[in-house]
């Protein structure tokens, strides 16, 4: 038994660590003895993306030190021509992958020298995409030296999101929040892409991640035609701010973890 993913949910809002740092930490999912390769799959805020992006980089510097960017795997991915190539500034400025670096270099520093990572900017990806784009990944997924990071953020609830979503029922707007993300979070745990993207398309929640969960939902999938048994739990839940009024705004983290028997 191993753990593939660590589905950091909790990876990138306006308040960065010091709202998500808590819910992000899921460090000691990771055993360093074995990760050889670190796959960090991101949504793109900044520019169109109908693909999936690889950094023009063979560095990325952290506090900590250099995490090294795996030029063979790149290599493989890019001669599949699904793959376009971002910009140094776009790298520079999508947070979504750059967040989990210093946690990553954190986790994996008792064998600093002995992996790499594979960072891979996912864009606004149609349903077929998704499953073209978890086929692709999912032989990466089932090698146990390899660990998937998944970044997302979970409600952006208010007016400066334009998303207002509300059911009374639930009490105040934090509970039908949490309610809300709390459904999807089922959803996921269930490893059923279909159904991720049904509720998606019922309750519009504002999951900036939702293509990077999608491609992993369809790489695990994949994977389990081959009867490879997996399972998915949410390990912690938290929001930046209990929003009570329509003036209000937060947003939803969580993070979770793929085991893979």
Same mark, same amino acid.
């Given at each position: 038994?191993?753990?593939?993913? !660590?589905?950091?949910?909790?990876?990138?809002?306006?308040?960065?660590?010091?709202?998500?740092?808590?819910?992000?930490?899921?460090? =000691?999912?990771?055993?360093?003895? !074995?990760? =050889?390769?670190?796959?960090?799959?991101?949504?793109?805020?900044?520019?169109? @993306?109908?693909?999936?992006? &690889?950094?023009?980089?063979?560095?990325? +510097?952290?506090?900590?030190?250099? &995490? +090294?960017?795996?030029?063979? !795997?790149?290599?493989?991915?890019?001669? *599949?021509?699904?793959?376009?190539?971002?910009? %140094?500034?776009?790298?520079?400025?999508?947070?979504? $992958?750059?967040?989990? @670096?210093?946690?990553?270099?954190?986790?994996?520093?008792?064998?600093?020298?002995?992996?790499?990572?594979?960072?891979?900017?996912?864009?606004? %990806?149609?349903?077929?995409?998704?499953?073209?784009?978890?086929?692709?990944?999912?032989?990466? %997924?089932?090698?146990?030296?390899? @660990?998937?990071? $998944?970044?997302?953020?979970?409600?952006?609830?208010?007016?400066?999101?334009?998303?207002?979503?509300?059911?009374?029922?639930?009490?105040?707007?934090?509970?039908?929040?949490?309610? @809300?993300?709390?459904?999807?979070?089922?959803?996921?745990?269930?490893?059923?892409?279909?159904?991720?993207?049904?509720?998606?398309?019922?309750?519009?929640? *504002?999951?900036?991640?939702?293509?990077?969960?999608? !491609? %992993?939902?369809?790489?695990?999938?994949? &994977?389990?035609?081959?009867?490879?048994?997996?399972?998915?739990?949410?390990?912690?839940?938290?929001?930046?701010?209990?929003?009570?009024?329509?003036?209000?705004?937060?947003?939803?983290?969580?993070?979770?973890?793929?085991?893979?028997?």
């Amino acid at each position: 038994m191993s753990n593939r993913v !660590v589905c950091r949910e909790a990876s990138h809002a306006g308040s960065w660590y010091s709202a998500s740092g808590n819910c992000q930490s899921t460090g =000691r999912q990771v055993d360093p003895s !074995v990760t =050889r390769r670190v796959f960090i799959l991101g949504p793109s805020h900044h520019v169109p @993306l109908s693909r999936c992006a &690889l950094s023009p980089a063979e560095v990325y +510097r952290t506090p900590l030190y250099d &995490l +090294r960017i795996d030029q063979k !795997v790149y290599a493989d991915l890019w001669k *599949t021509g699904m793959f376009e190539r971002m910009s %140094l500034q776009t790298d520079e400025d999508e947070h979504s $992958i750059e967040m989990h @670096l210093p946690y990553t270099a954190k986790a994996m520093e008792s064998h600093k020298d002995e992996f790499s990572i594979v960072p891979v900017l996912v864009g606004a %990806l149609s349903e077929s995409k998704e499953q073209e784009y978890g086929k692709l990944l999912s032989k990466y %997924l089932a090698d146990p030296s390899n @660990l998937f990071i $998944i970044s997302s953020d979970f409600c952006h609830w208010g007016q400066r999101f334009r998303y207002t979503y509300y059911d009374e029922s639930q009490g105040e707007i934090y509970r039908s929040i949490e309610h @809300l993300d709390k459904m999807g979070m089922g959803i996921i745990e269930q490893l059923d892409p279909m159904s991720f993207t049904n509720y998606l398309k019922k309750y519009h929640n *504002t999951i900036c991640g939702r293509h990077p969960i999608g !491609v %992993l939902l369809n790489a695990v999938a994949e &994977l389990r035609k081959t009867g490879l048994e997996m399972n998915f739990s949410f390990l912690n839940y938290a929001q930046s701010s209990e929003c009570r009024n329509w003036q209000d705004s937060s947003v939803s983290y969580a993070a979770g973890a793929l085991i893979v028997h």
